[in-house]
C-alpha cells in the first residue's frame, strides 16, 4: 500500500517526477564513482607491481629557446650507437605529460576537460638508459606521472619485437628507448562521447607528441612519430589491459646528423615565394 502510493507520488506529480530524476542521477554519479575508484585501484596496483624508480626532477630552465626548437625540430630516423641518459629520460618524460600545476596536477599538455586520457611508457634497451653508477636495466617501464617514477613492468630488451611490430621500421629497432603513447579513452568519452573517441583524444595526443619532439630538439636529441603499427601486437608487447589503446611510438636517440635552419635560409624561401606570386 505505502508502496502503491509512493510510486503515485513518484509518477503523477511534478514533485515526485523531480525527486525521482534526482534520485536516478544521484545512483548514476554514485555507481560512475564507484567505477571509477575501482578502475583507479586496479591501475594504481598495475603500477606500484614491480617497486617504484624516481626519476631525477625534471628542470624548468633551459639553453634553447621555443624558436630554436620549432626551427630545428625534426623527425629523425637515424641514431648513434650511444645511451640516454638517465636526466634525459626523466625530462623527456616529463616535458610529455609530467606535472606543470600542482594545485589540480595538470600537465605539460593540453587536455580536453583535464581528463588526461593518455599514459606513457618507456622501452629501454640493453644500455639504452645510463645511470650514475651503470644502466638502466632493459625493459618496458610505466611513467607515473604524479610522482615523476617509473615502474618496470617487463623486464628484457623488447625492442626487436616492437620493431617487428611496427612494420619493421628500424629507427624503432636502433634507437636506446621509444616512447609508446597510449589512451584509456573512456575518460575522455564518458564527458564527451564520440566527439570524445574521434577528436578530444587525437588531438591530446598531438600536443604531448609535440612536447616530445620539441623536448627532444632542446637536448640535442631526435624523435619520430610513429603512427604504423599494427596495435595488437603492440598491446601484447606492452601488457596493456584491454581499455587501453597504443597510438604512438616515438623512438628516442641521439642523432647521426643534425639539422639547422638558418634565419637566413628562411628569408630567402619567403623571398622566393613572394616573388613568384
Ligand atoms: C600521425 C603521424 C603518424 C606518423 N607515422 C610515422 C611512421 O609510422 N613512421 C615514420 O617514419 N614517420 C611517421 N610520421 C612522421 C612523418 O613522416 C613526418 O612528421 C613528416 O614526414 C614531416 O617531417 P618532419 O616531422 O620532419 O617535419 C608520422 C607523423 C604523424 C603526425
Given at each position: ?20 530524476g ?14 571509477l ?17 624516481y ?67 618507456a ?150 615565394r613572394?616573388?613568384?606570386?
Amino acid at each position: 500500500m505505502l508502496r502503491r502510493s509512493l510510486l503515485k507520488f513518484l509518477v503523477a506529480t511534478p514533485l515526485g517526477r523531480m525527486a525521482a530524476g534526482l534520485a536516478a542521477a544521484l545512483a548514476s554519479a554514485v555507481a560512475i564513482y564507484l567505477d571509477l575508484l575501482q578502475i583507479d585501484v586496479k591501475r594504481r596496483d598495475r603500477e606500484t607491481g614491480g617497486g617504484e624508480l624516481y626519476l631525477p626532477y625534471p628542470r624548468l630552465r633551459g639553453s634553447v629557446s621555443v624558436e630554436e626548437a620549432l626551427a630545428n625540430r625534426r623527425s629523425v630516423r637515424e641514431y648513434r650507437e650511444e645511451p640516454l641518459t638517465i636526466e634525459e629520460l626523466s625530462q623527456l618524460l616529463w616535458a610529455a605529460y609530467g606535472i606543470s600545476e600542482t594545485t589540480h596536477g595538470l600537465r605539460t599538455a593540453p587536455s580536453a576537460g583535464a581528463q588526461y586520457p593518455l599514459e606513457l611508457y618507456a622501452v629501454v634497451g640493453e644500455r639504452g638508459v645510463k645511470t650514475g653508477d651503470g644502466y638502466l636495466a632493459a625493459g618496458i617501464y610505466y611513467y607515473n606521472a604524479h610522482s615523476h617514477s617509473l615502474t618496470l613492468r617487463k623486464p628484457g630488451d623488447f625492442r626487436e619485437e616492437l620493431y617487428h611490430a611496427a612494420l619493421e621500421q628500424t629507427w624503432v629497432l636502433k634507437a636506446p628507448v621509444s616512447l609508446v603513447f597510449t589512451a584509456v579513452y573512456h575518460r575522455t568519452t564518458r564527458v564527451y562521447g564520440e566527439r570524445g573517441r574521434t577528436r578530444y583524444v587525437p588531438m591530446d595526443l598531438g600536443h604531448a607528441g609535440q612536447n616530445v619532439y620539441l623536448q627532444a630538439t632542446a637536448l640535442g636529441l631526435g624523435t619520430v612519430a610513429v603512427g604504423a603499427f599494427y596495435d595488437e601486437e603492440v598491446s601484447r608487447i606492452l601488457d596493456l589491459p584491454p581499455d587501453e589503446t597504443p597510438l604512438y611510438i616515438m623512438p628516442v636517440g641521439r642523432p647521426l646528423l643534425s639539422y639547422r635552419l638558418t634565419e637566413k635560409e628562411l628569408i630567402q624561401y619567403y623571398q622566393r615565394r613572394r616573388a613568384t606570386r
